[in-house]
Nanobody, 125 residues
Framework: QVQLVESGGGLVQAGDSLRLSCAASGRTFNNYAMGWFRQAPGKEREFVARISAGGVLTYYAESVKGRFTISRDNAKNTVYLQMNSLKPEDTALYFC??????????????????WGQGTQVTVSS
């Protein structure tokens, strides 16, 4: 099992930027894919971005493409989500997740075995 701890959320205005971090425990962080998901009140948890084990391959939801960037530092066991040009509709609880069965990851939340507790992002208009 992997322990994941997110940080970096906060209250910002539309157009601002935030960088989320997710620190993972364990020695095999560079062997599996990571993803970011988010959940707004009253809505299902949705895919935001994923990154392969080596950090080369990334994939984004259409709603964040061009504004968000996922990256990872395997030496620090950390994955990041840089969020630019934030919009009120980006307001949600953001989760990082580990897909320990895959080096490439998927967009399906059920494929991810380990989850953090989430960090709140609130964007005011």
């Amino acid at each position: 099992q992997v322990q994941l701890v997110e940080s970096g959320g906060g209250l910002v205005q539309a157009g601002d930027s935030l960088r989320l971090s997710c620190a993972a425990s364990g020695r095999t962080f560079n062997n599996y894919a990571m993803g970011w998901f988010r959940q707004a009140p009253g809505k299902e948890r949705e895919f935001v971005a994923r990154i392969s084990a080596g950090g080369v391959l990334t994939y984004y939801a259409e709603s964040v493409k061009g504004r968000f960037t996922i990256s990872r530092d395997n030496a620090k066991n950390t994955v990041y989500l840089q969020m630019n040009s934030l919009k009120p509709e980006d307001t949600a609880l953001y989760f990082c997740a580990a897909d320990r069965d895959s080096r490439y990851g998927t967009i399906h939340r059920n494929d991810y075995e380990d989850w953090g507790q989430g960090t709140q992002v609130t964007v005011s208009s």
